[in-house]
């Protein structure tokens, strides 16, 4: 089959022929239907020390449908729509009864979703509800980070949000924090292609990263913000973040910065506020997310702006390393070079 590989240094990443998978014992063989581009994707590609590992297949944010059944498994047919989660756990350790899935130090690495198959555990793939697109399903992994972020900042209904940035965790805070019953969500980002999607989201008002002056957004707000999700990733977004929240407030550090990120701790010290860097998502919240989208009638693959084949993967994340105008992309396997 064909599938991305990152090499590291000039190679870079190529597309490759390697040996079929199969299901094993306990396993599902899925053909992947989408895989999501991940900002992960692009940073951890780059050259930096935070780079996968060279000759490792990555993609983390796929779906796609059942098309082999390992012996042992029950309850799963043939054609059957699947998210599926990036990694198991052992369930056994404190990482794994406190919902730190990804923590986890046992379990397997499953983010291999730039490819035509993918083997799974069928623990790790969570079948989709039938209201639910492919293209739905693999924007399963990267909604439910914005769930276990909330869930992490003990969010109040009620309470005002602030949103740093316009991209996928942007929409996923905006979403959960809206569906968990924020007053007020306004979004500051310098995407201004992002705007309408924002709104569509559940964002009340959208402000330029340029005029983002606390009376600006208290003013939109109604109010200082009780949470400020930084999901932009760069040098100084925290510290934006801090000189927003009020006392007693909480950030959530979405973005992944990859550089050296100056804080003043006395800031955050005289406002009494936490900073938090929430990771992943439990078994459960992966689950739920799907359910979620479900139960609401939502339909998220309108935040994809652009589906490319296979062998565009190379050529889309340097695109959008260098800035490109593009929402969600999505890579479809299935299409012919």
Not at 60 to 72: K, L, N, P, Q, R
Not at 91 to 114: I, M, Q, T, V, Y
Not at 122 to 144: C, T
């Amino acid at each position: 089959m064909r599938a991305a590989v990152y090499h590291g240094g000039e190679r870079g990443i190529a597309i490759e022929q390697i040996a079929d998978p199969h299901a094993e014992p306990g396993e599902l063989l899925i053909e992947v239907g989408f895989c999501g581009v991940c900002g992960s994707d692009v940073a951890m590609t780059s050259g930096s020390p935070f780079d996968y590992p060279a000759g490792r297949c990555f993609g983390h944010e796929y779906s796609g449908t059942v098309v082999e059944i390992g012996a042992g498994v029950s309850g799963w047919r043939l054609g059957d729509r699947v998210a599926c989660r990036p990694k198991t756990a052992c369930g056994a350790c404190d990482l794994c009864r406190e919902g730190h899935l990804l923590l986890c130090p046992g379990g397997a690495h499953l983010s291999k979703g730039f490819a035509q198959f993918v083997a799974v555990p069928v623990e790790a793939a969570v079948r989709l509800p039938q209201s639910l697109s492919l293209a739905d399903g693999a924007l399963v992994e990267p909604m439910a980070c914005g769930l276990r972020a909330f869930r992490a900042a003990a969010m109040r209904a009620g309470d005002r949000v602030l949103v740093l940035g316009a991209g996928s965790l942007a929409l996923s805070s905006i979403w959960w924090a809206r569906r968990l019953g924020a007053a007020k969500v306004v979004v500051a980002a310098r995407s201004d292609h992002r705007r309408d999607i924002c709104h569509d989201f559940g964002a009340d008002a959208f402000v330029s990263l340029s005029d983002d002056d606390p009376q600006a957004i208290a003013a939109a707000l109604g109010g200082a913000p009780h949470v400020v999700a930084e999901c932009v990733g760069k040098e100084g977004m925290i510290a934006k973040a801090v000189e927003q929240v009020r006392p007693g407030g909480t950030i959530l550090s979405l973005g992944m910065c990859m550089a050296p990120e100056p804080i003043l701790p006395i800031g955050l010290t005289f406002k009494e506020a936490r900073l938090i860097f929430p990771l992943g998502y439990s078994e459960a919240e992966f689950e739920q997310t799907a359910r979620a989208f479900d139960e609401a009638g939502f339909k998220p693959e309108q935040m994809v702006s652009d589906v490319f084949p296979l062998a565009a993967i190379g050529d889309v994340i340097a695109r959008l390393r260098a800035g490109a105008a593009l929402r969600k992309v999505h890579i479809d396997p299935r299409i012919a070079a």
